[in-house]
């Protein structure tokens, strides 16, 4: 669910007279709405027919893409929550919450009851304790009054990371090898179970008589339990991250060239980790199986892209590297200009566009199998994950960063009285 939002310019005595424009988040609103999904989610789940391993029901599917806009409330909510206080209660609930995700992750299963009443019991505390709103901004300078959430170019590192690493079947053969790396720790610490134990066990929690329906998927049953394991973990936080990651991005497009065209792009990928990201079902973690789901894999495949290639196109069209690091710098603006470029050409251009003229209609086109398929993982978007990897972390140690501030709205509006 979308972020209820005002702006509230805010101006402060500085060398310059500056204006601050912070994002105010209606915390009551984001509870209401995450517990309004989170009761609709379940009660479509419940209406559901019956399934086969070849389609889940309609209304479950439907309730998967509810039930995943309604955990990235929740997490959405306990973020907001952390950031007014860290109460006890605030504490005990985020714990509980965070340990319930892996096990809830699908609607109706036993896991997913549980998960569904903390989060009507976060959404009524944060309801009933008079949280108030939060104003979130982005700035170049050292958060003082306001406290830092985190910094732009460590979410985008995590974010980054996680792809890489859960991509593990199918990057083998780029570095840092993830399935060879988690093949080597269940060795070691001992992790045997196979890939359907660790699905069914996920699901049910073990419990008697209760049974994993046929059309919750499994995955390739070759691949590591422990990668599985790692899929899964990863799937729980990964659309929650990238909503924030989107958000962000949006809120940076003002400072470049096609700020419409900016919004609209973030506008449709915070959509799609909302509502439709569950429609992919290749794997246990993510959604039920449906007939839909290599359209929206294409989709999301889009979204992927588009998370990579629109922050090197702001940083490179504001002069971000240039910033800082000197000479480096310079040399990584360009660089990443260039790289940027040739994956735009290469991969989405010859490699996504006929692959989506295939699945649409079912007609072969070789133009992207030319180069071969090494290259194309090498050069692609997997190897395009290890680059940005290294290159987030690089402007985290290294750069000035976009620092994601928050002050309850109360300060903001004090802070801007008198403005015109």
């Known amino acids: 669910m979308l972020l209820p939002k005002e702006e509230v310019r805010v101006t402060g005595q500085n060398a310059a007279e500056r204006a601050t424009t912070f994002s105010r988040v209606r915390v009551k609103a984001l509870a209401l709405l995450t517990g309004i999904t989170c009761v609709l989610a379940n009660a479509v789940s419940l209406t559901s027919g019956v399934g086969d391993a070849h389609s889940a029901p309609v209304g479950a599917v439907i309730g998967q893409q509810l039930w995943n806009a309604a955990q990235v409330g929740l997490l959405l909510l306990l973020l907001c929550m952390w950031c007014v206080g860290r109460r006890w209660w605030v504490v005990l609930l985020s714990v509980a919450a965070l340990l319930a995700l892996p096990f809830g992750i699908y609607v109706g299963s036993p896991g997913g009851w ?3 009443a903390l989060l009507l019991l976060i959404c009524g505390a944060a309801w009933s304790t008079r949280v108030p709103d939060l104003c979130f901004t982005l700035t170049d300078e050292p958060a003082r009054s306001a406290p830092l959430v985190t910094r732009f170019e460590f979410l985008a590192f995590v974010c980054t990371l996680f792809c890489s690493m859960y991509n593990f079947q199918v990057n083998g053969s780029i570095w840092p090898h993830w399935g060879s790396v988690y093949a080597s720790v269940a060795s070691m610490i ?12 996920m699901y049910t929690l073990s419990l008697e008589g209760v049974v994993m329906p046929p059309y919750v998927p499994i995955g390739n049953v070759a691949t590591g339990n422990l990668g599985a394991v790692v899929f899964l973990l990863i799937w729980t936080v990964l659309p929650f991250l990238y909503v924030l990651y989107f958000c962000v991005l949006a809120k940076l497009a ?37 007939p839909l789901t290599q359209e929206f894999h294409w989709t999301e495949r889009l979204a992927w892209r588009i998370a990579i290639l629109l922050p090197i196109y702001q940083k490179v069209l504001t002069g971000y590297f240039r910033q800082g690091a000197g000479l480096i710098g310079v040399v990584l603006h360009y660089a990443i200009a260039c790289w940027g470029l040739f994956f735009m050409v290469y991969y989405v251009l010859l490699v996504d566009v006929p692959g989506i003229y295939e699945a649409a209609f079912d007609h072969d ?29 690089f402007t985290v140690l290294f750069m000035p960063s976009k620092r994601i501030c928050v002050i309850d709205a109360g300060s903001a509006e004090r802070q801007g009285a008198g403005t015109p």
């Open 114 to 116: 549980i998960l569904a």
């Open 365 to 393: 086109v070789d133009l992207h199998r030319l180069i071969g398929v090494p290259f194309n993982e090498a050069l692609g978007y997997y190897g395009a994950l290890v680059l940005m990897t290294f290159v987030y972390a």
């Open 190 to 201: 001992g992790f045997t179970p196979d890939v359907p134990t660790v699905a069914r066990s």
């Open 254 to 290: 003002k400072d470049s060239p096609g700020t419409r065209l900016q919004l609209f792009l973030c506008a449709c990928c915070i959509v799609h980790f909302l509502f439709l990201t569950d429609f992919v079902d290749y794997k246990f973690g993510r959604g039920f199986v449906n």
